[in-house]
Nanobody, 122 residues
Framework: QVQLVESGGGLVQAGGSLRLSCAAS????????MAWFRQAPGKERAFIAF????????YYADSVKGRFTISRDNAKNMLYLQMNSLKPEDTAVYYC???????????????WGQGTQVTVSS
């Protein structure tokens, strides 16, 4: 059974940085994409970025391109999200996910972590 456990959220001032981590277990992820999503208060969950576990190739939503970096450590089965130049509008619950499915205008995922709160103060 796939398990995804996020950590690293917290309170940070605007302009600051945080690194989120996601511990993945329960299967071999070599043929999968791992992703980060976020859900802000009153909004739908939104895709941020994915990384192909085998090749390391990445893709980002425009809203975070140039500020966030997704990475993984294959040996440790860990996924990361380095977030720099944080803005108050980045405040959200951040989710690790895998089993990504393209739905044309959005991504969905088969497996989700429980989420970690990131709050950016102005």
């Amino acid at each position: 059974q796939v398990q995804l456990v996020e950590s690293g959220g917290g309170l940070v001032q605007a302009g600051g940085s945080l690194r989120l981590s996601c511990a993945a277990s329960g299967r071999t992820f070599a043929n999968y994409r791992m992703a980060w999503f976020r859900q802000a208060p009153g909004k739908e969950r939104a895709f941020i970025a994915f990384i192909r576990w085998s090749s390391g190739s990445t893709y980002y939503a425009d809203s975070v391109k140039g500020r966030f970096t997704i990475s993984r450590d294959n040996a440790k089965n860990m996924l990361y999200l380095q977030m720099n130049s944080l803005k108050p509008e980045d405040t959200a619950v951040y989710y690790c996910a895998t089993g990504l499915v393209d739905k044309g205008d959005r991504y969905e995922a088969a497996y989700w972590g429980q989420g970690t709160q990131v709050t950016v103060s102005s």
